[in-house]
C-alpha cells in the first residue's frame, strides 16, 4: 500500500534525552573515534570543553530513544518494517552538546515521494533538536521502503 502524502507535515511526539558521558564513550569507541576528548573529561576540559563533547553523528542514536508507548514513523504510517533501508543521513551542527546536556528532540515528516513507478517510497523527516530552547542541530533522514506490489 503506497505511503499517504498527507503524512507530510506529521510531528512525532516531542522528545527529551539526557546526554551521558557512558553513553558518549561507548558511541565514540563504537565508531573507532580515538580522539580523548571523547573518552577522558580532563582531556575534554584542556581542549576548551566543558565535559565530553557529542561526537559526530551522535544525534542519529537519539532519534532511537523514544520510549515503547510513543509511536514510530514505520508504526504511523504502517510501513513493514521487512522493506525498510535508511536511505540518507545529514546532520547541520549549530551548537557544541556536552554530557549532562538535556536534549529535545522535535520530528516532522518533511516529504514523501515515490520512484519506479511506487516500487521505491521515499519518507523524509527532520529533526530540530534543542537545549534550552536553543537550536544545537538539525538532522535530515531518508527512509526507503520497497513496495513490492508495485514492483511487479
Known amino acids: 500500500m503506497p505511503i ?12 527529551t534525552v539526557d546526554v551521558e558521558r557512558g553513553r558518549l564513550r561507548f ?11 571523547y573518552a577522558d573529561v580532563e582531556a ?27 509511536p514510530n514513523l514505520v508504526e504511523l504510517l504502517g510501513i513493514d518494517i521487512r522493506h525498510v533501508l535508511h536511505g540518507e ?14 536534549l529535545t528532540l522535535r520530528t516532522k ?18 529533526t530540530e533538536i534543542t537545549r534550552s530552547g536553543e537550536l544545537v542541530a538539525e538532522l535530515t533522514n531518508s527512509l526507503v521502503v520497497r513496495n513490492p506490489e508495485a514492483a511487479k
Open 4 to 15: 499517504d502524502p498527507g503524512a507530510i507535515g506529521t510531528e512525532l511526539p516531542e522528545l
Open 27 to 37: 558511541f565514540a569507541k563504537a565508531i573507532g573515534e580515538s580522539d580523548p576528548v
Open 44 to 70: 575534554a576540559k584542556a581542549a576548551g570543553h566543558r565535559d565530553l563533547p557529542v561526537p559526530p553523528t551522535f544525534f542519529f542514536c537519539l532519534e532511537m530513544e523514544r520510549p515503547a508507548d510513543h
Open 89 to 102: 543521513q545529514g546532520f547541520t551542527y549549530h551548537a557544541p552538546v556536552h554530557a549532562g546536556d538535556r
Open 109 to 126: 515528516i518533511t516529504d514523501v515521494y515515490s520512484k519506479k513507478g511506487g516500487a521505491l517510497e521515499f519518507v523524509v523527516r527532520s
